[in-house]
C-alpha cells in the first residue's frame, strides 16, 4: 500500500477536507532543515491556532485593549462588548441555557479546582462519598483527593473494563452508595474512550449526585450540548480547541453557581465592600475575580466560530475516518501494544501504544527525527498507567488538520525505530 493510496483512502469519505484546513494553520506550513512539513499529532496536548485565532488576538491588542467592566469610555466599552460576546459564543457552542454559566477561567484544571473549592467546601461533608475514575486525568483527582483531605469524604473510583472502558456496573455499585459528587472524563485523554456521558449523567442523577463532565478532551471534538447530556458542570479549556493558552470555560447549571461561594477575592467580583466584610457579584462575575485574559477569551470566541464554519459533526467525522485509518495501519505493526478500545467508533482521535522492546520516550526522540510529533509519558494519568501495568505510553492525537498522509508517516517512523532498535 503506498502512500498516496493510502492517503488518498484516508480523505475519500472524510467529510473535512484536511488538507484544506491545514492551509489555515500557519505554524503547519514550516518545513524542516530537509524540507519536511511538521506531522503534528498532539493535538490532545494542545491544538495548534488557525490563523482567524491569532489575527483575533492581534486585534484585539491593536485596536481595542483595555480593561473591561469598569471604564466608562468607548475603548473599555468595545473591549467589554467583545469578551461577553466571547462568553455568548462559547455558551451557544456547548447550547447552554444562559450566557451566565459560562464562566472564563485559565484551563479545565482551573474550573475543576473552582468546583472543588466552592461548590465542594460548601457541600461535602465528612463520610460524603466522591467517585472519579481510574481513566481520569490528574487534574479530576488531585482536587477531589484535596477535598477529601479536607472535609474528611471518602473517595471511589469506577474501575476501567480490559478493553479500555468504564465498567459501568463497578458504576452502579458505587452509586448504592448515593454519592455526593459523580466526575468523569466524557473522552479519555491516554485510552480515547468516549465514555457514555449521558447515561452516566443520568445513573448519577437517579441517586441524588452532582455531575461534573472533564470536557477537556470531548468539547473540542464532539458536538456538545449541556442541556442534551444534563451534566451539572462541565469543564474544558481553550487550547484544546485552537484557541489560546490562559482561555478555559466552566460552564455550570444556573442555580448550582448562584448557591456556590465565591473562588477567589478582589476586584470584579464583588458588590460592596466595606472594610470589614463584602457581598459578592452575581454570576458570572463572582468567580471571575481580578483583570481576567480577555484577549484569550475573544480568541476563544473566534476558535469557536472557526469550529462551527466547519461543523462539529464533520469534525467527529473526519476524527473517525482518521482514527479507523490509523488504527488500521498500526494493525499492521508487529509489536505494536494499542490501549483502548478497538472499534474508531468508541473512541475520539486519541491512540495509545506501546512498542515491543522500545521505550516510548525512544519512539517520540526517533518519530521527532522524522518531522512527526507526538507525546510520550503518564499524559497526567499514573493511576491509569499502574492499571495498564505501564509507566508510560506513546500517544498519537488527531484534529481537524491531520491527513492520512500524517499517519503514513507515524507508521513509517515506528518501522525506523524499530530498525534502529533491530527490534
Ligand atoms: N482533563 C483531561 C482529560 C485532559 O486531557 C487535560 C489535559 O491534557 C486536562 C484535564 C487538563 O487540561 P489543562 O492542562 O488545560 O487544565
Same mark, same amino acid.
Given at each position: 500500500?503506498?502512500?498516496?493510496?493510502?492517503?488518498?483512502? /484516508?480523505?475519500?469519505?472524510?467529510?473535512? +477536507?484536511?488538507?484544506?484546513?491545514?492551509?489555515?494553520?500557519?505554524?503547519?506550513?514550516?518545513?524542516?532543515?530537509?524540507?519536511?512539513?511538521?506531522?503534528?499529532?498532539?493535538?490532545?496536548?494542545?491544538?495548534?491556532?488557525?490563523?482567524?485565532?491569532?489575527?483575533?488576538?492581534?486585534?484585539?491588542?491593536?485596536?481595542?485593549?483595555?480593561?473591561?467592566?469598569?471604564?466608562?469610555?468607548?475603548?473599555?466599552?468595545?473591549?467589554?462588548?467583545?469578551?461577553?460576546?466571547?462568553?455568548?459564543?462559547?455558551?451557544?457552542?456547548?447550547n447552554a441555557a444562559s450566557a451566565r454559566e459560562c464562566v472564563f477561567v485559565r484551563n479545565?484544571?482551573?474550573?475543576?479546582?473552582?468546583?472543588?473549592?466552592?461548590?465542594?467546601?460548601?457541600?461535602?461533608?465528612?463520610?460524603?462519598?466522591?467517585?472519579?475514575?481510574?481513566?481520569?486525568?490528574?487534574?479530576?483527582?488531585?482536587?477531589?483527593?484535596?477535598?477529601?483531605?479536607?472535609?474528611?469524604?471518602?473517595?471511589?473510583?469506577?474501575?476501567?473494563?480490559?478493553?479500555?472502558?468504564?465498567?459501568?456496573?463497578?458504576?452502579?455499585?458505587?452509586?448504592?452508595?448515593?454519592?455526593?459528587?459523580?466526575?468523569?472524563?466524557?473522552?479519555?485523554?491516554?485510552?480515547?474512550?468516549?465514555?457514555?456521558?449521558?447515561?452516566?449523567?443520568?445513573?448519577?442523577?437517579?441517586?441524588?449526585? $452532582?455531575?461534573?463532565?472533564?470536557?477537556?478532551?470531548?468539547?473540542?471534538?464532539?458536538?456538545?450540548?449541556?442541556?442534551?447530556?444534563?451534566? +451539572?458542570?462541565?469543564?474544558?479549556?481553550?487550547?484544546?480547541?485552537?484557541?489560546?493558552?490562559?482561555?478555559?470555560?466552566?460552564?455550570?447549571?444556573?442555580?448550582?453557581?448562584?448557591?456556590?461561594?465565591?473562588?477567589?477575592?478582589?476586584?470584579?467580583?464583588?458588590?460592596?465592600?466595606?472594610?470589614?466584610?463584602?457581598?459578592?457579584?452575581?454570576?458570572?462575575?463572582?468567580?471571575?475575580?481580578?483583570?481576567?485574559?480577555? /484577549?484569550?477569551?475573544?480568541?476563544?470566541?473566534?476558535?469557536?466560530?472557526?469550529?462551527?464554519?466547519?461543523?462539529?459533526?464533520?469534525?467527529?467525522?473526519?476524527?473517525?475516518?482518521?482514527?479507523?485509518?490509523?488504527?488500521?495501519?498500526?494493525?499492521?505493526?508487529?509489536?505494536?501494544?494499542?490501549?483502548?478500545?478497538?472499534?474508531?467508533g468508541s473512541r475520539a482521535g486519541v491512540i495509545s501504544f506501546e512498542l515491543d522492546g522500545?521505550?516510548?520516550?525512544?519512539?517520540?526522540?526517533?518519530?521527532?527525527?522524522?518531522?512527526?510529533?507526538?507525546?510520550?509519558?503518564?499524559?497526567?494519568?499514573?493511576?491509569?498507567?499502574?492499571?495498564?501495568?505501564? $509507566?508510560?505510553?506513546?500517544?498519537?492525537?488527531?484534529?481537524?488538520?491531520?491527513?492520512?498522509?500524517?499517519?503514513?508517516?507515524?507508521?513509517?517512523?515506528?518501522?525506523? /525505530?524499530?530498525?534502529?532498535?533491530?527490534?
Open positions: 500500500m503506498t502512500t498516496t493510496q493510502t492517503a488518498s483512502r /484516508a480523505t475519500v469519505s472524510d467529510p473535512l +477536507d484536511a488538507a484544506r484546513v491545514r492551509a489555515d494553520f500557519p505554524i503547519l506550513q514550516q518545513e524542516d532543515g530537509q524540507g519536511r512539513r511538521l506531522a503534528f499529532l498532539d493535538s490532545a496536548a494542545s491544538s495548534q491556532k488557525p490563523a482567524v485565532v491569532i489575527d483575533a488576538l492581534a486585534a484585539y491588542y491593536r485596536e481595542t485593549n483595555a480593561n473591561i467592566h469598569r471604564g466608562v469610555y468607548e475603548l473599555s466599552e468595545k473591549a467589554t462588548a467583545r469578551y461577553e460576546e466571547a462568553r455568548h459564543l462559547v455558551a451557544h457552542f456547548v479545565t484544571t482551573e474550573a475543576i479546582n473552582l468546583v472543588a473549592h466552592t461548590w465542594g467546601r460548601r457541600n461535602v461533608r465528612p463520610s460524603d462519598l466522591i467517585v472519579s475514575t481510574v481513566m481520569d486525568h490528574h487534574s479530576n483527582l488531585v482536587p477531589w483527593q484535596m477535598l477529601a483531605e479536607e472535609t474528611g469524604a471518602e473517595l471511589a473510583h469506577v474501575r476501567v473494563t480490559a478493553d479500555g472502558r468504564l465498567d459501568l456496573d463497578h458504576l452502579d455499585e458505587l452509586l448504592a452508595r448515593e454519592p455526593k459528587l459523580v466526575a468523569f472524563p466524557h473522552v479519555s485523554n491516554s485510552l480515547g474512550t468516549i465514555n457514555p456521558a449521558a447515561e452516566i449523567v443520568r445513573r448519577a442523577k437517579a441517586v441524588g449526585a $452532582v455531575t461534573l463532565i472533564d470536557g477537556a478532551q470531548s468539547v473540542p471534538h464532539l458536538p456538545t450540548d449541556v442541556q442534551a447530556l444534563g451534566c +451539572d458542570f462541565l469543564a474544558f479549556s481553550g487550547h484544546k480547541m485552537l484557541g489560546p493558552m490562559g482561555s478555559g470555560v466552566l460552564f455550570g447549571r444556573l442555580e448550582l453557581l448562584q448557591a456556590m461561594p465565591p473562588f477567589m477575592g478582589g476586584g470584579g467580583m464583588i458588590r460592596k465592600v466595606e472594610l470589614g466584610r463584602s457581598t459578592y457579584a452575581d454570576v458570572p462575575a463572582r468567580f471571575e475575580a481580578g483583570t481576567p485574559a480577555v /484577549a484569550d477569551a475573544i480568541g476563544l470566541g473566534a476558535a469557536v466560530e472557526y469550529l462551527q464554519g466547519l461543523g462539529m459533526n464533520a469534525v467527529r467525522e473526519h476524527e473517525k475516518v482518521a482514527t479507523a485509518y490509523a488504527l488500521d495501519r498500526l494493525g499492521e505493526v508487529a509489536g505494536l501494544r494499542l490501549f483502548g478500545p478497538a472499534d474508531a522500545i521505550h516510548p520516550h525512544d519512539v517520540a526522540a526517533i518519530l521527532d527525527g522524522e518531522g512527526v510529533a507526538v507525546r510520550a509519558g503518564h499524559h497526567c494519568c499514573q493511576p491509569l498507567m499502574r492499571e495498564l501495568g505501564v $509507566v508510560a505510553t506513546t500517544r498519537a492525537s488527531f484534529y481537524v488538520y491531520n491527513t492520512g498522509e500524517d499517519v503514513d508517516r507515524l507508521v513509517d517512523g515506528l518501522a525506523k /525505530a524499530q530498525r534502529i532498535f533491530a527490534v
